[in-house]
């Protein structure tokens, strides 16, 4: 991993951090010797990312949190900032879905319920953190966006490609009301990654299939997305805002 001394001490707040890409995340941040919070729904998850990164430094704080919920997200925060000392960088990690579908066959209720999780979730969480990261001398927010917010290219789920690219604009929109305060907010749009929740979802043909059609010929590991949010959070990025890095392999070039 590249190493970026000036995110010792910063404090990141990393949700859907109790596995997959956004545990990989914290992990990351946490060798760099940042003070990390993890927030998600599973908590026997998270605390074994806790004791992993506890075993190698200091022990990250963990919060239970629904990301689709305001008063969750609002408590989850305010621990975050008090817990803490404030509140430097936040990524928006927690997403998802849970089958692939058709626009035909979705039910309304899968629709909404995808959405939240992907993009209310984002307003949601960012909201709640704006008046901490705006009082940073180096606030950042990071948002997980999805190549399939880029581009149709596998089957998915519509709500989920269009929660995604939703997450693109909401960044955008982000940097310009931030930016004046000294704060940006940029995201990464990550390729098919081989998470427990993917591994579930997609053949192991399938996911051949998807690494044949990457230039790279591989598929990404969550310590990839990992590392182009280390390089966000950075000073090295410190005039990027609202743009989306792909972390795609040469997938889908924008
Ligand atoms: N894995 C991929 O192929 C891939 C590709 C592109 C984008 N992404 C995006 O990366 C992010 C992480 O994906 P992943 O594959 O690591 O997922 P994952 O399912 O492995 O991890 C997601 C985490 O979010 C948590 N979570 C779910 N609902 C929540 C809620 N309501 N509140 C709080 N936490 C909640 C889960 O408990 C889990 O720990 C997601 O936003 C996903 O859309 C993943």
Redesign the pocket.
Known sequence: MASYPELSGRVVAV?????????ATARAFAAQGAAVAL????EA??KGVADAIAGKGKKPLTIK?????ERSVAQAIERVAAGLKGLDVLI??????GRLSSVADMPPDEWDRTIA??LR?VFLVSRAAIPHLKRSKAGRVIN?????GRAVTVASSPA?VAS?AGVIQLTRYLAQELGPHGVTANAI??????????AALRTEAEVERIAALVPLKR??E?ED?AQAMLFLASDAASYLNGVTLDVNGGRVMM
């Open positions: 949700t859907g951090a109790a596995q997959g890409i956004g545990a927030l998600d729904i599973d998850g998270m949190c629904d990301v689709t919920d928006n990690c927690a997403g998802g879905y999780l992907n979730s997980v966006s999805s190549i399939s989920y995604k749009a990550p390729i098919t990654t081989l998470t427990p929740r993917v598929l990404a969550p997305h």
